[in-house]
């Protein structure tokens, strides 16, 4: 799968007939076939050619709405991955009970 840095990935901004491609989580998708990026830009806010990583997660819908376009390549780039660790639940571990807890 091909390796797209960001600076690849903004050629792919739907002008002048190039595809639209965006990032999200590290996956890069071809969203040409939306007519909802026609030009590649959306409802004004959004440009075709980026990481929507932290956009999507201001929109009124999930990145799930990318599932149903191919995936072209993967993003190269650190920050994609911290970002999206940025946003896991932070895990705590459990205290274990002392052993002369567990017998009274």
Do not use: C
């Not at 190039?18 to 959004?46: C, E």
């Not at 650190?78 to 459990?94: D, E, M, S, Y």
């Amino acid at each position: 799968m091909k390796e797209f840095t960001e600076e690849e990935l903004a050629r792919y901004n739907g002008k002048n007939g190039n595809p639209v491609y965006v990032a999200y989580k590290g996956k890069v998708y071809d969203i040409s076939a939306s007519f909802l990026w026609k030009d590649g830009t959306h409802q004004v806010l959004h440009k075709a050619g980026a990481d929507l990583t932290d956009a999507l997660e201001q929109a009124p819908h999930s990145g799930d709405v990318l599932e149903k376009f191919p995936v072209v390549g993967i993003l190269h780039n650190a920050n994609v991955h911290l970002n999206h660790i940025r946003h896991q639940p932070k895990i705590v571990p459990r205290k274990e009970k002392a052993t002369s807890d567990m017998h009274s």
